[in-house]
């Protein structure tokens, strides 16, 4: 069983450009949750996917989009970048229990 | 508003040592308590998950126990490791759809 996987590792952007970060959830899961942790701080909820719904969001703008596909990956969009944006972000996956099953997440840097 | 908080922000511990960890939230009305660990740079492991009828979980070396009147949750690492140290985090979920809110962390350093 491969776990949570997360592409890419790491990511350099600039500012204002788009980026798109991928997740594969743990076998058998069909929810996945993303979350945006900066540096010395908890992870913050940003958005929960299940049925290629977004069933929950955090307080996070519209800049801020998502996809959940059939196979139950998942797709995070960050459109027009801030400098704030850079951060480490991690995808969460659980299935009918209650714990959630973290990936080693995405680095992104905004320059 | 649901907050989380961890006291302390960092601890230094001698191998060997049991010690605890503590987490305050605000608001009782949680579905369920998870403590995370997160090594440097890395995703997060989930160690215990304590849901809101219980008082208690407990793995190996770890317990975890909760007390939603009062607002709060301990973690109790027994007979501590070098191998323990990373950063533990506390997660209070406030509802069945995953809306995790997450404290700061303790940063703990078990020194050989």
């Known amino acids: 069983d491969a776990g949570v996987t997360q592409s890419p590792t790491h990511l350099i952007k600039t500012r204002g450009q788009q980026v798109t970060l991928r997740c594969s959830p743990k076998s058998g899961h069909d929810t996945v949750s993303w979350y945006q942790q900066a540096l010395g701080q908890g992870p913050q909820f940003i958005f929960q996917?299940?049925?290629?719904?977004?069933?929950q969001r955090g307080n996070f703008p519209d800049r801020f989009s998502g996809h959940q596909f059939p196979n139950y990956s998942s797709e995070l969009n960050v459109n027009a970048l801030l400098l704030g944006d850079s951060a480490l972000y991690l995808c969460?996956?659980?299935?009918?229990?209650?714990?959630?099953?973290f990936g080693p997440g995405t680095r992104l840097t905004v320059l | 508003k649901q907050e989380v908080t961890q006291i302390p922000a960092a601890l230094s511990v001698p191998e060997g040592e049991n010690l605890v960890l503590n987490c305050s939230f605000t608001?009782?009305?949680?579905?369920?308590l998870q403590w995370f660990r997160q090594d440097p740079g890395k995703g997060l492991t989930s160690l215990l998950l304590?849901?809101?009828?219980?008082r208690e979980q407990t793995s190996g070396r770890l317990n975890a126990s909760l007390d939603k009147s009062s607002g709060r949750s301990t973690l109790y690492i027994a007979a501590s490791q070098p191998g323990d140290s990373a950063t533990y985090l506390c997660?209070?979920?406030?509802?069945?759809?995953?809306?995790?809110?997450f404290g700061p962390g303790t940063s703990l350093s078990v020194i050989p």
């Open positions: 969460a996956s659980r299935g009918h229990t209650d714990t959630q099953y």
């Open positions: 997660a209070v979920c406030v509802t069945s759809y995953d809306k995790v809110i």
């Open positions: 996917y299940y049925e290629e719904e977004e069933r």
């Open positions: 304590i849901q809101s009828s219980q």
């Open positions: 608001d009782s009305a949680i579905y369920n």
